[in-house]
């Protein structure tokens, strides 16, 4: 059951009424149930996965792309494919390879002899979503095709600038690195992904009425539940979500004791803190809440921050990883106390 209460201390403060839009328990009910129609969908493809599956919806409503990591055959890709079928949009599917070009991903100028002029020819990232498949087994180069698009929603192409559609959505997948035929992301394109996410083995049970439905069991058959308009809209209630202002100093200080992690780098960048914030309002509503509290920022932290933190060399070497650094913020940094509603 969906928490619909307006009485946590941290979502009546006395300046609320200097919130331009506030949104009521009905507009968050209906975006939870909304939210879990989609979830259970594609629950029926991606089975076992739920967890993965509501944190992949939370990015796609809080306007970011997805990143998921895990060894070949584990569901990387159906889970791409299924979110993709379960929103009525125009998707399109790139396979990266080494001897992929980044033309091949954004598209080229042509010469029409016939119109004596230039043209140009859309790639396939002229998508609302667009599955970059295996993405760390292309080059660096054709990698960075997708740096400006994921940003700004736009692709520049012989010096003329091509909005793609909106809602955009880049979800990609790619193998460890560890692996042969990979090549690392680099960090400011890793830094563009909100959320990385891995998909695990499923559990026996699972894995066992995987086998039973092999072949009933397809995002092809799955029918669309919401459209890309509905996207939108969920997506623009998500920033009217209250967020408090001992909040606000809870989420900069644990970005901060990332940045100060004396077996850190780089820390969490002021990108990174803006995604975990949009991700947080989007999984209040999906909970049926108006407001965020602590506890939706400790549910994301790791999928939002971890991959963002740069580790020192020696920490790496000892195989610390990011998930342990956020880890150690969350011990250091205090939760705020709930203040007076007077």
């Known amino acids: 059951m969906h928490d619909t209460s307006q009485t946590h201390p941290l979502q009546v403060p006395r300046r ?26 594609v629950d029926t493809v991606v089975l076992g996965k739920q967890e993965v599956v509501r944190l992949a919806l939370t990015a ?49 100028t042509i010469f029409n002899q016939a119109s004596g002029a230039f043209e140009f020819h859309p ?34 192409v012989d010096g003329n600038p091509h909005q793609v559609p ?13 692996m042969d035929g990979t090549y690392r992301l680099p960090e400011a394109q890793l830094d563009r992904f909100l959320v990385k996410l891995s998909v695990g083995y499923p559990v026996e049970a699972a894995e066992i009425e ?13 029918a669309p539940v919401i459209d890309t308009d509905t996207v939108a809209q969920m997506a623009e209630m998500a920033k009217h979500v209250y967020i408090a202002e001992p909040l606000y100093a809870y989420l900069v200080q644990l970005a901060n004791a990332t940045r100060n992690h004396p077996q850190v780098a780089v820390g969490v960048s002021p990108r990174g803190l803006i995604a975990l ?21 400790k549910a994301l932290a790791g999928p939002v921050f971890a991959h963002r933190v740069q580790l020192a060399p020696d920490a790496a070497m000892r195989g610390i990883t990011g998930a342990q650094i956020v880890s150690d913020a969350f011990d250091q940094v205090p939760v705020p106390l709930p203040a007076s509603a007077a």
């Open 166 to 178: 909106q809602p955009f959505l880049v979800v990609a997948t790619q193998n460890p690195v560890e």
């Open 277 to 297: 914030t949009r991700a947080a309002s989007v999984f209040a509503l999906s909970q049926g809440r108006t407001y965020i509290i602590p506890e939706d920022v």
């Open 123 to 156: 790639g396939p990232v002229f998508a609302n979503i667009v599955i970059a498949d295996e993405i760390n087994r292309a080059s660096p180069k054709t990698q960075s095709a997708l740096l400006e698009v994921m940003e700004e929603g736009r692709v520049t």
């Open 60 to 108: 796609m409503f809080a306007q970011g792309h997805i990143l998921l990591e895990d060894v070949p055959g584990t569901g990387k890709t159906t889970l791409a494919r299924t979110i993709a079928a379960a929103v009525s949009g125009q998707w399109r599917r790139i396979q990266f390879t080494p001897d992929l070009l980044p033309s091949d991903v954004s598209g080229v």
């Open 16 to 41: 609320i009424q200097q919130q331009p839009v506030q949104l009521g328990a009905a507009q968050a009910e209906q975006f939870a149930a909304t939210f879990d129609a989609l979830a259970a969908a």
């Open 210 to 222: 995987v086998l039973r439905g092999t072949h009933q069991r397809s995002p092809e058959h799955l």
